[in-house]
């Protein structure tokens, strides 16, 4: 699908931002609360979705004074979802070597399967990666492991492994500044140390949202709609809430995770609800 077409790509003063698709991964409509599976079909179905369950998966390069950094790193092949990131990397002109910095939004194994590759190995090996402390703390820690559903024990799992593989370059995103430019902007609720990126650049920016939506054309219009991936559904709601009063009104242009292969939006309000409209 997204073979064919150029990877979607936006300037921000002195950074070039390309949204890099690593592909699909399926979700049941039943796992959101706050909406029947029905309204919720049928809200897809209306956005034109042709696979109302699937999820797409992005990840973001960021060029721009003298650094390369990659956002996040898709599924990586877990459990059959994603995998596409190397290729569409490769078809954007970067060599895994070339990535010196890679920003986590968080650990979930569809944003960092990409980190290692097919025999466990780091994929990218001259990366420093950079995460929140929480994030860490909390799939490290095991009393959360041992009250773990045997689903999100195989995430604990490889959460561990993929640290241990940059064990030695990992840097704490605890302050505002990662890099010149690009601030951490934590978005609580999702995941423990849940976090956004904000790049500035000549009176310009863009803030990637990680997973504030899995189901766009859904939870933007209904943001009291979580997904079972949060582990917090009632923060993560009102951080939804607060996020797209204050996108919409500072009219700023935003990438997610999730948010389908154009990767970039404005959140507009219209009468009470809110609603994205993609930029290309
Ligand atoms: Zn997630
Ligand atoms: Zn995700």
Redesign the pocket.
């Known amino acids: 699908m997204m073979n064919n077409m150029k990877s979607p790509s936006q300037q921000i003063g002195e950074f070039s931002i390309t949204a890099i698709s690593d592909g699909y991964l399926s979700a049941s409509l039943d796992l959101l609360s706050n909406i029947s599976p029905t309204d919720a079909f049928e809200l897809q179905q209306g956005a034109g979705a042709t696979d109302p369950s699937s999820i797409h998966i992005n990840c973001y390069l960021v060029r721009g004074r003298g650094r390369t950094v990659l956002i996040d790193a898709g599924a990586g092949g877990f459990k059959q979802w994603g995998g596409q990131l190397q290729a569409n990397l490769a078809r954007a002109g970067v060599h895994p070597s070339d990535i010196d910095t890679i920003l986590l939004t968080h650990a979930?194994p569809?944003?960092i399967g990409g980190l290692v590759d097919s025999s466990g190995d780091a994929a990218f090996p001259d990366a420093e990666l950079v995460v929140h402390p929480h994030e860490v703390d909390f799939w490290e820690d095991d009393g959360h492991l041992g009250r773990a559903s045997e689903r999100a024990r195989g995430n604990f799992l490889f959460a561990r492994k993929v640290f241990d593989r940059y064990r030695e370059k990992m840097r704490a995103s605890t302050h505002d500044d990662i890099l010149p430019g690009i601030s951490a902007v934590p978005l609580p609720g999702h995941t423990a140390g849940h976090s956004g990126y904000r790049i500035e650049s000549c009176n310009r920016s863009l803030l990637v949202w990680g997973?504030i939506v899995?189901f766009p054309q859904i939870q933007i219009a209904h943001p009291d709609v979580s997904i079972a991936f949060d582990q917090d559904p009632l923060l993560s709601a009102d951080t939804r809430s607060r996020l797209l009063d204050v996108v919409s009104s500072d009219k700023l242009l935003i990438a997610g995770?999730?948010l389908g292969e154009l990767g970039f939006a404005h959140i507009e309000r219209a009468g009470k609800r809110y609603q994205m409209a993609y930029d290309t």
């Open positions: 979930h569809d944003h997973d899995h995770m999730h």
